[in-house]
């Protein structure tokens, strides 16, 4: 445990933490020295030497410098101010001051503060050019004449974003930042995350959003123009404090046009949260902060830069009403009226149940939240769904057979934390790029251990201790094998099952056939490697298993995602931080709408529509009778379109007809519908069935809560006005249930989360105000207020407070025949969101990843002639696609990769089946076999050269200031003030 000492700052005696640092304590009680290579979420880098002090009389840099009991401090003396000044005239050397005209010149550029905190005047070391161009992309840009090689940027991208492009050259003879082997921005393994630009103290790494927009006087002229403006600019701002003055005015005039607002990436489960500047539409820049509790300072490219989409010429900013073979434009009452007259007569037609509403689990929880009151209590039917059915119900539906709650077991932080981390049927690094970050940084700088089984090898996989590639669809085969040869070695947690599970007897006799020899041969891991993670599990004292669509997407996802559960029960991975269950949940809000009742047989919260005390609770409140008959899941929605029992359809926010699996089949039904109304920020491909179609708004529009992977809500604030008649989404489902006869008049999201939270006991305390700028709650939450990180701790919540082990079988994957002598796997890439109708919108995203693209082996690729570019059809007995292939190493054998990132000819889903999971429906979209016919041998490859895939990344730990101290032209400014007073006294 650490102890307490006293320490002695500036004659004053102060008590620290035993581990604390110098520039720690002085932060800690306002005592202020520069420190412009020091950010709290990077720790000490000790590059800029502007934060020197004495301790103990010796010249020490403070942000380095852990204090130990009867330390004496002294920040101000000549001696420590020397040598501050003297390690600030080096940076001003390296960076020209004229902020007047920067636009980074916003009230927090570090070396404009320190300038004038230290009342600094004059330079005696002057600027002097490094002779380097400026370096851009579409996203950022470099301005080595501006860096002063701080080395936060290179922290940053090899330590937190571990994608490990960038050092600094500290033995040319002018230093600067790299780009792998000092290669352009593009040509690099950089993958737009932006967390150089982020964590730069300057405007050296500069988003180029910013660029000409932040400031009145930046925008004015052409870049050509800037270095004379800058000479006036010196020339009339003689001194420094004249130049601070004038560009503080600028600085503070900026506040009246730039506004800065939080809100939640509308991209991955992550949830990562930032503030968004913006000029009137302008996005300027995201900016994370380290207070932000799932990303800190960090972001990925689509969270950081994918945001062109909101001003899209393409957004729906009117109704759509169908008109022969396509759409007129209309008001909202004309088309609001038109909702209300055909769903009055199909309920008089055929009843309730004849119809059917789809959440978005891009909206927020108060929009899914609403969607199911109106099904329910205004439309009488439980005939209500969310994509989740398409990824996440089968890991949902294993947790809840086993500990109870359907959600992580801990926070990222936990993930961060593990000892071990297992994961498996994740390409976390692409799907969810800053919780693998955590990963990546745990593993690279804490000895964490990482076990990846994949079919492809992905970034993960390459990363990891062990990789193994399992058979397609035998992942319960060998979790059940390893949880076997665990419980064979006597190596299962004895306590924590007396104390805390059921079941044990019978799920250990179901666990028979699961031997190593049978697992060997059904899997093609080896008995080695089966033991050696079994090893693995045994030795670490916490473990994290995390799994995500390669799991769930399978005829059996829901028994596979129950085996992982019921690995961590026996070797005792629950009730401990560190440890757990994380099934990474897919959308912004994957989590938040099915938490809040968007599905066919739950209230939110999860309680049961069939429940008599629960549906009395929310009839009282609703005034209404409801339904107790479960309705149909989106999958079941399809076959009832086909059957004819289900007629008209509302559905939000979802590409229904592309990513539901067997796409032909869906918009085959989708044609048979009577009524059919789409609710959408653009025209989609669904929207091409629609009856009615209705301009939506998207997150950066509206207020509301989200909930993260991690089960945690967060606010967004409306970042910008509705474009043109777009709404919110809350406002347009309000208006048709009043409409259709309600009453409703919430004139706020947090209305509708009050009202939420009053009838679901696993959201008593979850209230807006608890949720103010970047706080948080993660669900359950107790009426108080008290939240739940660590999701088990006393008991899991059944009757008796003890999970259930519970006895599952493995589900071969659906054989297409030997004609179909290919395995298709599917999933996301880094850039492209799902079929990619928002991150297509921006360019700069585009221009690097411009289409979808087929994975082909090397070996495949020689065997039947296929090259970069070649295009080809690709046959399964449900659809064909068509699609360019590019020949990786990332694929084996037979295996192809295609991405679904498009709603083209490309897509995914002509290919897949209708085949689902027994116990949840959710398709086996990870079950598809094909034939490939080449349409043309050669072609452009669908990746361009400039895309990060290409790039030689330089790993290497933090920026190496060992090799800027060892130059010769390097002394350490205490040593030269300590000189400088030798030889004065001397
Ligand atoms: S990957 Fe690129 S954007 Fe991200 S920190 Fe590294 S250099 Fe910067
Ligand atoms: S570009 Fe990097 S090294 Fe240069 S000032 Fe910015 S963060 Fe520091
Ligand atoms: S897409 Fe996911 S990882 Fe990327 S910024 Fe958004 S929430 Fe974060
Ligand atoms: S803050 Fe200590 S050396 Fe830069």
């Not at 961060?416 to 799907?431: C, R, V, Y």
Request: aromatic share 8%.
């Amino acid at each position: 445990m650490q102890k307490d000492v006293e320490v002695t700052l500036n004659g004053k005696q102060v008590t620290v933490g035993e581990a604390q640092t110098a520039l720690d304590t002085m932060t800690a009680n306002n005592v202020e020295v520069p420190s412009l290579c020091y950010h709290p979420s990077l720790g000490p880098i000790e590059t800029c030497d502007t934060c020197i002090v004495s301790v103990n009389g010796e010249l020490v840099r403070s942000c380095s410098t852990k204090l130990a009991d009867g330390d004496v401090i002294h920040t101000n003396g000549e001696e420590a101010h020397e040598a501050q000044v003297l390690g600030l005239d080096r940076v001003l050397g390296k960076h020209e001051l004229y902020c007047t005209i920067c636009d980074f010149n916003n009230g927090d550029c570090e070396i404009h503060n320190a300038v004038k905190e230290m009342k600094t005047s004059h330079q005696e070391t002057p600027f002097e050019s490094k002779g380097y161009e400026v370096n851009r992309n579409s996203f950022y840009r470099y301005d080595p004449d501006q860096c002063i090689l701080c080395g936060l940027c290179v922290e940053a991208c090899q330590d937190v974003q571990v994608t490990e492009t960038l050092t600094i050259d500290w033995e040319r003879e002018r230093p600067r930042v790299i780009w792998d082997n000092d290669t352009s921005i593009d040509e690099s393994s950089c993958v737009n995350c932006g967390h150089c630009s982020t964590v730069c103290p300057c405007n050296a790494m500069m988003e180029v959003g910013m660029e000409g927009e932040a400031g009145f006087l930046a925008g004015m002229l052409p870049e050509s123009s800037m270095r004379p403006l800058i000479n006036i600019t010196k020339e009339v701002e003689t001194g420094y404090e004249q130049l601070m003055a004038i560009s503080d005015v600028e600085a503070s005039m900026r506040e009246d046009r730039i506004e800065k607002t939080k809100t939640v990436c509308t991209y991955c489960g992550v949830g990562c949260s930032f503030d968004v500047w913006t000029k009137d539409r302008q996005i300027l820049k995201v900016e994370p902060h380290q207070d932000a509790p799932a990303n800190g300072i960090s972001t990925c490219v689509k969270g950081k830069f994918g945001w062109d989409f909101v001003n899209s010429e393409e957004r729906l900013t009117k109704p759509l009403i169908r008109e022969g073979d396509g759409f007129r434009e209309a008001e909202w009452e004309e088309a609001y009226g038109l909702i209300e007259q055909k769903f009055k007569e199909q309920i008089k037609k055929k009843g309730p149940d004849s119809l059917a509403f789809v959440s978005s689990s891009k909206c927020t929880n108060e929009e899914s939240y609403l969607m199911q009151k109106l099904s329910r209590s205004v439309i009488g039917t439980n005939n209500i769904d969310n994509c989740s059915r398409y990824c996440q119900s089968p890991a949902t539906m294993g947790l809840w057979r086993t500990v109870g709650y359907g959600g992580d077991s801990g926070s990222i932080e936990d993930i961060g934390n593990a000892e071990l981390i297992i994961i498996t049927g994740s390409n976390t690094a692409e799907a969810h790029p800053v919780l693998a970050t955590r990963v990546k940084r745990a593993q690279k700088l804490h000895g964490q251990k990482v076990i990846v089984a994949d079919l492809r090898r992905h970034e993960m996989a390459d990363r990891a201790d062990q990789f193994v590639q399992p058979a397609a669809g035998s992942d319960l085969v060998w979790i059940s094998a390893v949880t076997k040869y665990i419980v064979d070695q006597g190596w299962q947690d004895k306590e924590f099952l007396k104390t805390h599970v059921n079941g044990m007897e019978d799920y250990i006799k179901s666990l028979d056939p699961y031997t190593l020899d049978y697992a060997e041969k059904v899997t093609n891991i080896s008995k080695k490697e089966l033991i050696e993670i079994a090893t693995s599990l045994h030795e670490a004292d916490t473990a994290c298993f995390l799994w995500a669509m390669g799991i769930t997407q399978h005829g059996g996802g829901s028994d596979a995602s129950t085996a992982i559960s019921n690995l961590m029960l026996i070797t005792g991975n629950y009730m401990k931080p560190g440890a757990g269950t994380y099934p990474l949940r897919g959308h912004n809000n994957v989590q938040g709408a099915s938490d809040f009742g968007s599905m066919p047989d739950r209230f939110p919260g999860y309680e049961l529509v069939s429940d008599d005390d629960v549906r009395t609770r929310y009839e009282k409140k609703w005034e209404v009778e409801l339904s107790t008959e479960p309705g149909l899941n989106n999958h079941q929605m399809v076959e009832a379109i086909h059957d004819g029992s289900l007629n008209a359809m509302y559905i939000k926010g979802e590409e229904m007809a592309v990513v539901d699996s067997d796409a032909n089949y869906v918009q085959a039904a989708f044609e048979k519908l009577d009524f059919f109304v789409i609710q959408d920020v653009f025209f989609s491909k669904t929207a091409e069935f629609a009856d009615v179609v209705l301009p939506a708004s998207p997150s950066l529009e509206k207020d509301g809560t989200f909930t993260n992977t991690e089960r945690r809500f967060q606010r967004l604030y409306q970042v910008l006005e509705p474009l043109g008649g777009s709404k919110p989404d809350w406002q347009i489902i309000q208006d048709i249930a009043n409409r259709l006869g309600a009453e409703w008049n919430y004139t706020h999201p947090s209305e509708i989360m009050d009202e939420a939270a009053s009838l679901t006991p696993m959201f008593a305390g979850v209230r807006y105000d608890r949720l103010e700028g970047y706080n948080s709650l993660q669900w359950p939450v107790a009426a108080d207020g008290t939240d739940t990180p660590l999701l088990f701790k006393d008991e899991f919540p059944f009757p008796d407070g003890k999970a259930r082990l519970y006895p599952v079988e493995w589900t071969k994957p659906i054989d297409f025949g030997d004609e179909y002598d290919l395995h298709v796997n599917n999933g996301r890439i880094l850039e492209h969101f799902h079929e990619g109708n928002m991150t297509y919108k921006s360019e700069a995203i585009s221009k690097k990843t411009p289409r979808v693209f087929l994975e082909v082996s090397p070996e495949l690729a020689e065997e039947r002639g296929v090259e970069d570019g070649t295009v080809v059809r690709l046959i399964s007995p449900y659809g064909r696609a068509k699609v360019s292939c590019i020949v990786t190493d990332r694929v084996k054998g037979h295996e192809l990769y295609l991405p679904m990132n498009t709603s083209g000819e490309g897509a995914i889903n002509y290919l897949t089946s209708f085949h689902a999971d027994k116990d949840t429906s959710t398709p086996a979209y990870k079950e598809v076999q094909v034939k490939m016919e080449i349409l043309e041998v050669k072609g452009e490859s669908p990746l361009p050269k400039i895309n990060h895939r290409y790039g030689n990344p330089q790993p290497q730990i933090g920026v190496q200031v060992e090799r800027k101290w060892a130059r010769s032209d390097y002394t350490f400014p205490g040593d030269v003030v300590k000189a400088r007073r030798s030889r004065s006294n001397g």
